[in-house]
């Protein structure tokens, strides 16, 4: 059974008791509403990680994620966070490759194997994005646009390094937009995404890994896509901000 996984990526908003307030929400509403059966990732910016932590607690089935880590491993990489500081402190997955960072930082593949291969040395699961953009999606080269950002990032790892990566397939179109995927058009790319693993890794690993939605998803739009069969969870920007919105999307399944 493959896991499904709602994670909030707040990105770079939320002041500190913003941040600490959404939390407590969030972790309170996931157990009073004996949400099963689903992991929560909250993935802060960084200066939240460690108090956000401690709210979490021991909560079962609420994780904690970073937005990023640097693909060095230590030393003298001012303004960088390591895999390794993160996970030290209870960190268990980073979001890799998001849609602006690498419009923005211009992260390619090349530099996100590194990131990866440092997330996993260190025993962190790396949400790894992928998505295309609109221009692309119109040329209808959509697919093979996004086959080749896991063939060159992922296809390196050994097949064990690969069942610890969960995907999140995010169009790009879609991402701040308010304009969603359809559920089948999520379907339909999900399904590719999980051959295309398997071509490489074989059918009983690529039917193991998580793939995740993003790209508006709230809740009202939420158990129309969850519904979909190569759909295992969601990557939620916006509506992670608001904890009964995220809540609600958590309860969809
Ligand atoms: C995201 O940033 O990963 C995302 C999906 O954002 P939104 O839900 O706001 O489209």
């Given at each position: ?49 460690h108090p956000v932590k401690k709210l979490i607690g021991d909560t079962p089935n609420v994780f904690l994620g970073s937005q990023n880590c640097s693909n060095m491993e230590s030393g003298a990489f001012t303004g960088e966070v390591s895999a ?82 969960v995907i999140a397939y995010e169009p790009i179109w879609a991402i701040g937009t308010g304009k969603t995927a359809s559920s089948d058009e999520a379907q339909q790319m999900h399904e590719t995404l999980r051959k295309h693993i398997a071509s ?54």
């Open positions: 059974m493959r896991k499904k996984i709602i994670a909030g990526n707040w990105k770079m908003n939320m002041t500190f008791d913003e941040g600490q307030k959404l939390t407590s929400e969030i972790v309170n509403m996931f157990k009073d509403e004996n949400i099963s059966d689903v992991q929560l990732v909250l993935n802060p910016p960084f200066p939240h990680l390794k500081i993160l996970a030290s402190f209870g960190v268990t997955h980073v979001i890799l490759g998001h849609s602006e960072r690498r419009e923005y930082f211009k992260e390619d593949n090349a530099l996100l194997t590194e990131k990866v291969k440092q997330a996993l040395v260190n025993g962190l699961t790396p949400i790894f994005c992928c998505g295309e953009s609109l221009e692309i999606r119109e040329a209808g080269t959509h697919e093979s646009n996004v086959k080749f950002q896991l063939t060159d990032s992922l296809f390196g790892l050994s097949a064990e390094e690969m069942s610890k990566v490489k890794y074989g059918q009983d690993l690529a039917d193991s890994i998580s793939i995740l939605y993003g790209g508006s998803m709230n809740a009202g739009n939420a158990a129309d896509l969850l519904s979909k069969p190569d759909v295992d969870g969601g990557l939620i920007g916006g509506a992670s901000l608001k904890s009964r919105d995220f809540i609600t999307i958590a309860k969809s399944y």
